[in-house]
């Protein structure tokens, strides 16, 4: 990590930590500075290859909900996580509206929590986009007004995927301005949105113009429908050096 300051101020201090071994959670929750609604259970992959291999990266892909995170389990998060975060911020007058994004791992002993995030995920909010039937603007506004226990939050009953597609190199340097193909075929599935993130418009063609390039999502029923979907999505696109783990949604169909 210190090695040619890989990565800058950051890297020059470290702490030890307790290890955490287990599935990792990505959990989310509307907070109105006093109460807070969740979502439904995500996870990430955050590791560049298939099998959790490679250096880590900002995310590869997710899918939600995640079906083995029972109802009394969430229930227990709000209960022993989320909900003594937000009356400690109220206690200390700095009330948190907004997104709170509590990353867990699920170890042997239970839950435990690796960080906090005051924020929306990154792929996970891909996913949850697709799942989301209530306006999110509404209940974004009602965050800020102090009235959540009001808003009625709805989620559709099926699964989302979300499969990104990364340049070469990353997450290290990548190259710039190669041409993306296949995008409005792909667009024009059936139940699958793109969402773009690292791109640019050049002379009317979309091209590469970040790391994580663009996230694929589908929707379907089942998690497995909603990872075939996806799949067959991202093989439609294509651009040189284009990377994406296959296995996405994998741990959630054991
Ligand atoms: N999903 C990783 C992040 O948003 O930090």
Redesign the pocket.
Known sequence: MMVDGQFGQAGREVIVEEYLEGHEV?IHAFCDGKTATLFPPSQ?H?RLLDGDQGPNT??MGTYAPVHWVTQQMLDDIRKTIVMPVLRALSDRGTPFCGCLYPGLIHTRQGFKVLEF?ARF????TQSYMRLLESDLAETLLACVDGRLEQAAVKWSAGSAACVVAASEGYPGDYQKGRTICGLEQAAAMDDVVIFQAGTSEVNGATVIAGGRVLSVTATAETLSAAVDRCYRAIGQISFEGMQYRRDIGAKGLR
Do not use: A, R
């Not at 995920?121 to 996970?124: C, H, L, M, N, Y």
């Open positions: 990505s990430d955050k900002g995310g995030n995920g990154d792929p996970e």
